[in-house]
């Protein structure tokens, strides 16, 4: 009997351990290496090869500089929110740009890839992978 309390006290622990802050995996994943958008579904159409070429380098600071063929295309914001799975990209611009200009819900985060459902509609999804 006390090994099977020490064995599901030891279970719980590790559940605990394994658990992580996804703002935090987050904002250490986008920071790092730049990225590109590797599948962006927009009111049921597939618009990814719109933003072939397109770079986004997340910065720290909270802005975004994209860039199209080495050239500086564009700057805006970027944000999470706490405690509520939010991703917000903000570009003060009109344009194509202007599909990623949404509150997203964070749907996933890993090392090479972040995929992203528009807030209230989760069937508009975008997909940013990292580039290198």
Same mark, same amino acid.
């Given at each position: 009997m006390? @090994?099977?309390v020490l064995f599901l006290a030891l279970?719980?622990?590790?559940?605990?351990?394994?658990?992580?802050?996804n703002d935090d995996d987050l904002t250490d994943t986008i920071t790092t290496g730049t990225w590109r958008v590797s599948y962006l579904s927009d009111d049921g159409d597939e618009d990814t090869s719109l933003f072939h070429g397109y770079v986004?380098?997340?910065r720290p600071d909270g802005t975004v500089l994209v860039t199209r063929?080495?050239?500086p295309s564009a700057l805006g914001t970027w944000n999470e929110y706490n405690n509520d799975n939010r991703f917000d990209l903000d570009f003060d611009q009109t344009g194509l740009l202007q599909k990623l200009d949404e509150d997203w819900v964070v749907a996933s985060v890993n090392d090479d890839a972040i995929l992203l459902n528009e807030f209230g509609r989760p069937l508009n999804?975008?997909?940013?992978? @990292?580039?290198y």
């Open positions: 006390k @090994r099977l279970l719980v622990v590790a559940s605990f351990a394994g658990c992580s802050n986004f380098s997340f063929q080495g050239l999804q975008c997909e940013f992978t @990292r580039i």
